[in-house]
């Protein structure tokens, strides 16, 4: 007994895996496991049998936790958006855009799996609809098939890391961080990787051109009058959205200053980024607008349509990441917005029917029941782990290790790594990131990067052969049989469960390469964050006797003449109340119910000398008037300003 006693948290961590490799469902097993090991500790000694009182509290705390009210809004937000065909729009029309070059199409899932995560932040939904859209078209022109299977998949998971991601929304509500925060921290970091993966396909599509092929000429249904493609226009929008938007990132501070009418000298670089799109593509749709009603032939077929087909999506960016950069909304808020932008959006592309709502928001309460229950399961064994000192032994384990805190980070990644073979991001969130926050944050760590390194790397758990929630998806609408194309007529053959597999493994080293990058330079996380608010508490003090009439501290040090000891004059006696804080105004009832003498305040020494009060600190005050040199401390007189409860 004495061995399960001292080495209680260890057995209790190890009891976990054994019943999640059973195969118990992880909700239950968190909440299972965390009952089990509760009523044995208390048996033993080890816990206090008080311990399982504050379980209702938690459970109650978990239900009245705003922040997680944005997991529905912003999975609602993505079901409508992935329902009412924007995915299919955005692909079809950003797919003509690349198309002519090598490897365009594979540069239009990645741009638009990008678009998807910034609007749907759903990684089953972006998944699933590239692969029904985009891979049969990368099969009919010749793409490799572990190329095409890959990206598709990757730039799925790209929900992960780009907000509004839910996976951050959790990241962020278990290490006690600002959802805002952890949004910013992940901005730069997001969109890099997405360069990575842009990356790779352009050095493919220069020393392996066979396997990205160009589309062919007449697969481009946008076409001028006179044949050109109508490049020339869409290039001349695009430079002079890109001059608006340069223009407003370097007079951000300026604007700054003439709205509030302060000076101000520094803007968020997401607030930057945000505001200029905004503003790049609100000139690009006021002459798409004007084009559309005078008809004058500004812009091109192939122009105005990627105007409006990006409108939309980059609006909904701005209503949710622009008003929560901005300060102007909350995270719960913004996903609240968002949904009621994707029914709008729906209902004005004449998409929304009774049915798509109630598969949208039957799968929203799927997910987010799943979330609850595994919440609660992890509230339950946090709640006995923690009563077991379980923190403590975590960070005895970790904290000791060779390196410090580069140290730390390399031993935490490479575990989640591996763990990301078999547990779920879900599950990675709710029972190993709380059990690391602490030895973080001792080591000096800021969690918003910490939060930020785990959501990439978390990120591999959708790629990882053979258990990749990703894989699966696009397994799910890839065809398994050979099947007749329906524009070449042409017999296609199927995409293979190992093609698969493999298309996904160097995707995953880019992974890998991104946590070594912000593990190298934390600034691009960090560096996004607003500025820390240092106070000055003398200052803060000051104000305080400013503003109670005290005098400043330097009066009160000054020496009194003749005696050797600071002295102070005692305040006025209108401002003492009759009886001090410490001796009860009103007679003390004893337990048989008689009153009780009060008890007499201790007598201070007699060579005690009164410096800023008496030498006991729970002496009462002296009277008023009594030469003793009563303190006029602020605090102090705020006390006895306060009248007393009778």
């Known amino acids: 007994m004495d061995f399960i006693t001292s080495n209680f948290a260890p057995i209790m961590f190890a009891g976990l895996i054994v019943f999640l490799l059973i195969g118990f469902p992880v909700a239950f097993s968190l909440g299972a496991c965390g009952l089990f ?38 999975t609602l937000m993505g079901l409508i958006l992935e329902r009412s065909g924007m995915a299919e729009d955005l692909l079809d029309t950003v797919g003509q855009v690349f198309g002519p070059m090598r490897g365009g199409l594979a540069l239009a899932v990645v741009f638009v799996g990008a678009l998807l995560a910034a ?17 049969p078209i990368m099969l009919r022109y010749g793409y490799d098939r572990r190329l095409a299977s890959g990206v598709i ?29 952890m949004y910013k921290g992940a901005f730069i970091p997001g969109f890099m ?24 000429p007449e697969a481009r249904i946008y076409r001028e009058p ?36 302060k000076p101000v000298t520094s803007v968020p670089t997401d607030e930057k980024i945000v505001v200029a799109m905004c503003g790049g593509v609100f000139v690009a749709w006021v002459i798409a607008i004007f084009n559309k009603v005078t008809g004058m032939g500004l812009l091109s077929k192939l122009a105005e349509r990627v105007t409006f087909v990006l409108i939309p ?39 929304m029917s009774y049915k798509l709502l109630t598969q949208a928001l039957a799968s929203t309460t799927k997910l987010a029941s799943f979330v609850m229950f595994i919440l609660i399961g992890a509230t339950v064994f946090s709640l006995v782990f923690q009563g077991a000192d379980g923190p403590r032994w975590v960070e005895h384990l970790l904290s000791d290790l060779p390196g410090g805190a580069v140290g730390f980070l390399i031993l935490v990644n490479v575990m989640i790594f591996f763990l990301a073979f078999f547990l779920d991001y879900f599950e990675l969130s709710f029972i190993v990131v709380p059990l690391l926050a602490p030895v973080a944050e001792k080591l000096g760590i800021d969690l918003i990067w910490f939060g930020v390194l785990l959501a990439v790397n978390m990120q591999t758990s959708f790629l990882h052969p053979p258990f990749g ?51 190298a330079f934390p600034g691009l996380v960090t560096g996004n964050l607003d500025a820390k608010q240092t106070y000055d508490l003398d200052k803060v003090g000051a104000q305080m006797r400013d503003s109670l009439g005290a005098p400043p501290l330097d009066s009160m040090d000054s020496p009194a003449t003749g005696s050797g000891s600071t002295t102070m004059p005692a305040p006025p006696a209108d401002d003492l109340s009759p009886a001090d804080d410490f001796a009860p105004a009103d007679p003390v009832i004893g337990p048989s119910g008689a009153a ?10 007699e060579s005690a000398s009164a410096t800023t009060g008496s030498a006991d600190p729970l002496a009462p005050p002296p009277a008023a008037g009594d030469g003793s040199g009563l303190s006029d401390d602020p605090m102090a007189a705020m006390k006895r300003s306060v009248p007393k409860a009778q």
Request: no cysteine; hydrophobic share 60%; proline share 7%.
């Open 37 to 74: 090991f509760g009523f044995i500790g208390i048996e033993l000694g080890v816990l206090p049998a008080s311990l399982m009182q504050a379980l209702p509290l938690r459970l109650f705390g978990i239900m009245q936790n705003d922040t997680l009210l944005a997991v529905p809004f912003f």
């Open 119 to 135: 609007t749907t932040g759903v990684v089953a939904a972006s998944v699933i609809s590239m692969g029904l859209i985009s891979l």
């Open 153 to 181: 998949a990757a730039s799925g998971t790209l929900a992960q890391i780009i907000p509004p991601s839910l996976v951050l929304i959790i990241m962020a509500d278990q290490l006690g961080r600002s959802v805002g925060d």
């Open 193 to 216: 990787l997405m360069g990575l993966y842009a990356l790779y396909v352009i050095a493919l599509a220069i020393f392996k051109p066979a396997r990205v092929p160009a589309l062919p």
């Open 226 to 261: 006179n044949g050109s493609g109508g490049y020339q226009s869409l290039l001349v929008l695009t430079v002079l959205s890109t001059l608006v938007a340069v223009f407003l990132a370097r007079h951000m501070a300026d604007i700054h200053t003439w709205l509030e009418g």
């Open 313 to 351: 999506p980059l609006l909904l960016i701005f209503l949710v990441l622009g008003t929560i950069f901005l300060g102007i909304a909350t995270p719960t808020e913004g996903g609240a917005m968002g949904a009621v932008g994707a029914l709008v959006m729906a209902l004005v592309r004449g998409r």
């Open 469 to 519: 929630f990703a894989l699966f998806f696009l397994r799910s609408v890839a065809p398994a049989k050979p099947y007749m194309d329906k524009v070449t007529q042409k017999i296609t053959q199927p995409v293979t469960t190992m093609q698969i597999y493999w298309g996904a493994i160097p995707f995953v080293l880019i992974q890998l390469v991104m946590v070594g990058v912000l593990i």
């Open 596 to 605: 009780a003498p009060a008890p007499a305040p201790a007598a201070a020494p």
